[in-house]
């Protein structure tokens, strides 16, 4: 079979992204197949999440965690911590309950790479998946004796950071009676929700899971609309918790709202959709900023902070997000190509300080 041009079309991938490396990795007696990539080590050793999904293709798994890994390596930098940016996906069904060998199979591929890569739970994976990963690699976070679930504190970042969003657009932090539209009500929509709900906000939320739609309904009195309709509510504020890319060309043509800022990854489909929420005047918080009280909350593990300590820095999202808007609004830029610039100062700085993580 000719590989070659599979192998050109990974590498172009890997240097129009500036990825330092791509492991993949395959256990097919136990129906295990996962990427792992490693972005950029200059701030530290790369950390992302485990996403478990069911891919239509392994390009789009492979695209998925590039997109994800760079994501990661710009979160960190804008949060503060002294740490690079991977991601890992595993390919395949997320609902299966037969889960440890292939959490084990994941956790050798992790040790592999030696301490370069430290990976936690993320979209489809759990506290107790991460434990399976553990009895591989010490390089895992998350898990049942360290900080566990990170989906508190990255909604109380996600929250902070709406809050700056309503400052900036309002002239009030405040989020009593703003109508807050929230896609996706796993565990961050839900304790978002929450958050939401104790400063007074009306809610109106949608997910693919009926479960989830009755517990929020249920202990917030939120409205529930279906899946394709949460983009056309005229609303203050939309929240996507979901996945990614819901800001494109098709939602644009809804969307009414004088802001966007949510926990999802990637939330722009393209870049100049960016540019478009930017030219119509709506708030964008970029989503590697706002969300990232998660990365914050296992690298407090790393380094044994108290839960008190990871929250009270995920709070500073709130900080981090009105310096970003000044340099958008002084510079005449769209906030996520702001957020960027700041990301990519910090680690060409520290480029000088030391040399990568090895």
């Known amino acids: 079979m000719n590989m070659e041009p599979m192998r050109m079309k990974v590498f172009e991938h890997l240097a129009t992204h500036g990825h330092e490396q791509i492991v993949f990795w395959s256990e097919p007696e136990i129906g295990y197949r996962g990427i792992i990539a490693i972005h950029d080590t200059t701030m530290g050793p790369a950390l992302g999440g485990t996403r478990f999904w069911n891919y239509s293709s392994d390009e789009e798994a492979f695209v998925d965690v590039l997109r994800l890994s760079q994501g990661m390596t710009y979160k960190a930098a804008i949060a503060g911590v002294n740490l690079g940016g991977g991601k890992s996906v595993i390919i395949g069904d997320n609902r299966t309950r037969d889960r440890e060998m292939i959490f084990r199979a994941h956790g050798r591929a992790v040790e592999s790479l030696g301490g370069r890569y430290i990976t936690a739970e993320d979209v489809g994976t759990s506290v107790d998946d991460m434990d399976y990963v553990r009895m591989e690699t010490d390089s895992v976070v998350g898990l049942h004796e360290g900080s566990g679930d990170p989906s508190p504190v990255t909604a109380f970042g996600t929250y902070q950071g709406i809050r700056a969003c309503a400052e900036r657009r309002y002239g009030d932090a405040s989020l009593a009676g703003r109508h807050v539209t929230v896609q996706g009500l796993g565990n961050v929509g839900y304790h978002l929700c929450a958050f939401l709900h104790e400063e007074g906000a009306r809610l109106t939320v949608t997910d693919i899971d009926q479960d989830r739609i009755a517990r929020v309904r249920d202990d917030f009195g939120a409205h529930v609309v279906a899946p394709d309709e949460i983009y056309a509510i005229d609303a203050d504020i939309f929240a996507p918790c979901a996945l990614g890319s819901v800001v ?25 959709h960016g540019e478009i929420l930017h030219e119509r005047g709506v708030l964008y918080a970029p989503d590697y900023v706002i969300n990232a009280g998660g990365l914050i909350n296992v690298y407090g593990e790393l380094h044994s902070w108290s839960p008190d300590r990871s929250k009270r820095k995920a709070g500073e999202i709130y900080n981090t997000l009105h310096r970003i808007f000044e340099l958008a609004e002084r510079d005449g830029l769209p906030t996520a190509q702001a957020a960027d610039r700041v990301a990519e100062q910090r680690i060409q700085r520290t480029r000088y300080l030391h040399r990568s993580y090895v």
Do not use: E, W
């Open 248 to 272: 494109n060309d098709d939602t644009l043509k809804v969307l009414k709202v004088d802001i966007v800022a949510g926990a999802a990854n990637n939330q722009l489909a393209r870049p100049r």
